[in-house]
């Protein structure tokens, strides 16, 4: 099992941006996928954006155009940046590689004027 850490939430006011990182506590190089997910209250988890071990990125069309997910091969980390936030973006970040491992904490992004 991969060990995530994620960091960098916090409250922002619309429009504002974000950058969430993602810690691995093993080399990142050959997991094939690594994702963000995220989590509103009373609402399913989502996958909001994933990259592949080539660099090949997908998202969920709410954030098209808005989010960039990235990846340091050198220092295990994944990055979620966020821009033009708005509060539907509030939710409880997290990440994960697939097949999922066992969730950690995430963080909190809230956004709100």
């Known amino acids: 099992q991969v060990q995530l850490v994620e960091s960098g939430g916090g409250l922002v006011q619309p429009g504002g941006s974000l950058r969430l990182s993602c810690v691995a506590s093993?080399?990142?190089?050959?997991?094939?996928?690594i994702a963000w997910y995220r989590q509103a209250p009373g609402k399913a988890r989502e996958l909001v954006a994933g990259?592949?071990?080539?660099?090949?990125?997908n998202y969920v069309d709410s954030v098209k155009g808005r989010f960039t997910i990235s990846r340091d091969n050198n220092k295990n980390t994944v990055y979620l940046q966020m821009n033009s936030l708005k509060p539907e973006d509030t939710a409880g970040y997290y990440c994960?590689?697939?097949?999922?491992?066992?969730w950690g904490q995430g963080t909190q992004v809230t956004v709100s004027s």
């Open positions: 990259i592949t071990s080539g660099g090949n990125t």
């Open positions: 093993v080399s990142i190089f050959n997991i094939k996928a």
């Open positions: 994960n590689k697939l097949p999922n491992d066992p």
